[in-house]
């Protein structure tokens, strides 16, 4: 009896210590994913914008910010595209 539970205890926080890096390492992989998804997302969102702008800018209709409902005139465009 008294052999065995120092082995017992020896074990149990083995096999704990393994699931809390087992964890932590899920926990990194999990937000590795999530900011490439939002790296993702933005990177969709500037090019539907940039799109946007570029029709309006070449069309020679005002552009209407959907937000704000303003109105701006296709007059001194230039328009840059950035790549994260």
């Known amino acids: 009896m008294k052999k065995t539970l120092p082995i017992i205890v020896v074990l149990i926080t ?3 210590l393994g699931l809390i890096a087992l964890q932590a390492s899920w926990l ?3 937000l590795e994913v999530r900011q490439s998804q939002l790296l993702n ?3 969709d969102a500037t090019t539907l914008v940039a799109n ?3 029709k309006a ?3 020679g ?7 704000g409902n303003l109105k701006y005139m296709q007059q ?3 328009l840059k ?3 994260l």
């Open 14 to 16: 083995l096999s704990l």
């Open 28 to 30: 990194k992989n999990l």
């Open 41 to 43: 997302k933005v990177k």
């Open 52 to 54: 946007d702008l570029s």
């Open 57 to 59: 800018a070449f069309s």
């Open 61 to 67: 209709q005002p552009f209407v910010c959907q937000e």
């Open 76 to 78: 001194n465009w230039h």
């Open 81 to 83: 595209y950035y790549v």
